[in-house]
């Protein structure tokens, strides 16, 4: 396929919050759901030293990916040769740089076959052929989500299975050899009566933190309770928080629970977390309480979980039912640095802007909220690159406005720029 180069401008904004942010266009995307923005896309946006990259679907369900040098705002974007069913939120396209510069590609997934491909070159935006990993549990995947280790290495998680019976399958690339080995195929176990919803993380040293929800069925309503484990050998052993070993797989009887839930509180799955610089885990979410569905903090501190209720939301909705669905506020991305946690996020209670939420965790402060657009961008979720905000605490994030139906339904609406949004600094008072 030809290359094509897109010129954009980089416009300069101060938003009414007085936050500057920079904005470079990448091309036009698929916006009659929410595919391109899912949450879970780990990831939508990623760097190396000299180059960031973005994939998207277009409007004709084409597998977009586009890359810029980090200190231009040109992007140069490639139509690949794959297509995806872009009409299922759920099949959202995930990329990685793995330890040599090479591009890897994960699309089109919900409870089927797997879909991956790697770039030619270093760097380079044009894919190879479809490629097996493994070979094993590839007949049925869903939510297929990359994290890259400090040596260079790749882990890929994914479920096995289906909503309510399903199991997480952990591979993992070694950058030398350039092949993949299965290291669990059921990490965590629904013993055929539940599945686990998961997010995960990768602090400084390599450990790698895990937490998740349970679902007992096909509808939301059913998840609870949130759970943790970690690993300081590349996933191949697991431990609890205070270091005693797990028995694999994982169940619902023998995981640690950093904070017990029950079913039918608005508990979502698959948002986010993080670490801070000694590698405690950070946990975001939301659930009802007292009466309104508010953002939620879960964190380890000296060895205790700890839970911080963020208070700012005014308003509850319902969560009961199965698909993707149209929800008025978003998952809730989370960072942390220098004391301060902030959680990035999108609300219809403020005109479904990307709004910031901030505060120091170990003082009695309120939490502040500030605006990084003064647009709306539809039922948008988070998602940034983890690369250059842990190397540089620069957030760059991947914007489009769209739009998403209850029950895989779909809008009317054209497609929209994807863009992205540079924070020059993040809030600090």
């Not at 629970?257 to 939301?286: C, F």
């Not at 479904?352 to 003064?374: P, Q, V």
């Amino acid at each position: 396929m030809k290359k094509l180069l897109l010129l954009t401008v980089c416009l300069i904004l101060t938003s009414c919050s007085g936050i500057k942010t920079t904005t470079s266009e990448v091309g036009k995307g698929w916006a009659k759901n929410s595919v391109n923005t899912v949450i879970f896309r780990k990831n939508a946006i990623i760097s190396n030293k000299n180059y960031q990259f973005t994939a998207y679907y277009d409007n004709s369900s084409n597998l977009i990916l586009a890359k810029r040098r980090l200190d231009k705002s040109t992007w140069e974007v490639h139509k690949t040769r794959y297509k995806g069913n872009s009409k299922d939120a759920h099949n959202a396209i995930s990329i990685a740089l793995d330890g040599d510069g090479y591009l890897h590609v994960s699309w089109d997934h919900h409870d089927t076959n797997l879909r991956y491909a790697i770039s030619k070159k270093p760097s380079g935006l044009e894919l190879g052929n479809e490629l097996k990993m493994t070979g094993k549990l590839e007949e049925k995947v869903s939510y297929p989500q990359f994290y890259k280790l400090p040596n260079g290495n790749l882990l890929f998680m994914y479920r096995s299975g289906q909503s309510g019976r399903g199991s997480l399958v952990l591979n993992r690339f070694n950058n030398k050899t350039k092949t993949w080995e299965q290291i669990h195929e059921n990490l965590i176990n629904g013993e055929e009566q539940r599945n686990a919803y998961w997010q995960a993380t990768v602090d400084r040293d390599g450990n790698i933190h895990l937490s998740w929800v349970w679902r007992e069925s096909w509808d939301v309503a059913t998840n609870h309770d949130l759970a943790y484990a970690v690993s300081k050998d590349n996933g191949q052993t697991w431990e609890r928080s205070d270091g005693e070993k797990y028995e694999l797989p994982i169940t619902a009887a023998t995981a640690e629970y950093a904070w017990k839930i029950p079913q039918n509180s608005n508990l979502i799955n698959q948002t986010s977390m993080t670490t801070d610089r000694d590698g405690n885990p950070y946990i975001a979410s939301y659930w009802n309480e007292g009466g309104k569905t508010q953002y939620h903090l879960v964190y380890l501190e000296n060895g205790e979980w700890k839970k911080e209720n963020t208070g700012f939301r005014k308003t509850s909705f319902d969560l009961s039912g199965g698909g993707t669905k149209k929800i008025p506020i978003s998952r809730p991305e989370i960072m942390v640095n220098s004391g301060k946690a902030y959680l990035l996020f999108r609300d219809a209670e403020r005109d479904n802007k990307i709004s910031l939420a901030y505060k120091n965790i170990s003082k009695g402060e309120s939490w502040k909220i500030k605006d990084l657009t003064s647009y709306s961008v539809g039922e948008w979720e988070p998602n940034y690159d983890l690369e250059l905000f842990s190397l540089k605490k620069e957030l760059h994030i991947f914007v489009q406005n769209v739009s998403q139906m209850d029950s895989e339904g779909l809008s009317t609406q054209e497609p929209t720029p994807v863009k992205i949004l540079k924070v020059k600094s993040l809030p600090k008072k």
